[in-house]
């Protein structure tokens, strides 16, 4: 997402935030994944979202009036949502995120918990 009141023209390393904690994701280089439109998901977010939804398994079901935040699907999957914004994610997008900054040669991200 970006930071209210910027310049779509001229983006800037803060005004880039994580959709789920409004972070500057860029400005404090914070590992993250950038979805569809430019939806961003922050490390520390998608941690909390993959201990949610992979390792205990939370099973929140779905809206059919709610679509991801980064995939921008409605799907049948189960999802989290921040707690300070509207924003979800859908556990196959967790599970892709993660994936990605796993592997990454950028960052020394791993997956938090065991996956089961």
């Given at each position: 997402?970006?930071?209210?009141?910027?310049?779509?023209?001229?983006?800037?390393?803060?005004d880039?935030?994580?959709?789920?904690?409004?972070?500057p994701t860029?400005?404090?280089?914070?590992?993250?994944?950038?979805?569809h439109?430019?939806?961003?998901?922050?490390?520390?977010?998608?941690?909390v979202?993959?201990?949610?939804?992979?390792?205990?398994?939370q099973?929140?079901?779905?809206?059919?009036?709610?679509?991801c935040?980064?995939?921008?699907?409605?799907?049948?999957g189960?999802?989290?949502q921040?707690?300070?914004?509207?924003?979800?994610?859908c556990?196959?997008c967790v599970?892709?995120?993660?994936?990605?900054?796993?592997?990454?040669?950028?960052?020394?991200?791993?997956?938090?918990g065991?996956e089961?």
């Open positions: 997402m970006h930071r209210q009141g910027s310049d779509p023209d001229n983006i800037q390393p803060q880039i935030l994580c959709d789920f904690c409004e972070r860029w400005e404090m280089d914070i590992p993250s994944i950038e979805g439109h430019g939806s961003v998901l922050c490390a520390e977010c998608l941690e979202a993959w201990d949610s939804l992979v390792v205990e398994k099973e929140i079901p779905s809206d059919p009036e709610w679509t935040s980064m995939c921008l699907e409605s799907n049948d189960p999802w989290w921040s707690s300070i914004r509207e924003a979800r994610v556990r196959r599970k892709q995120s993660a994936g990605v900054l796993h592997k990454s040669k950028d960052w020394d991200w791993k997956k938090p065991r089961a």
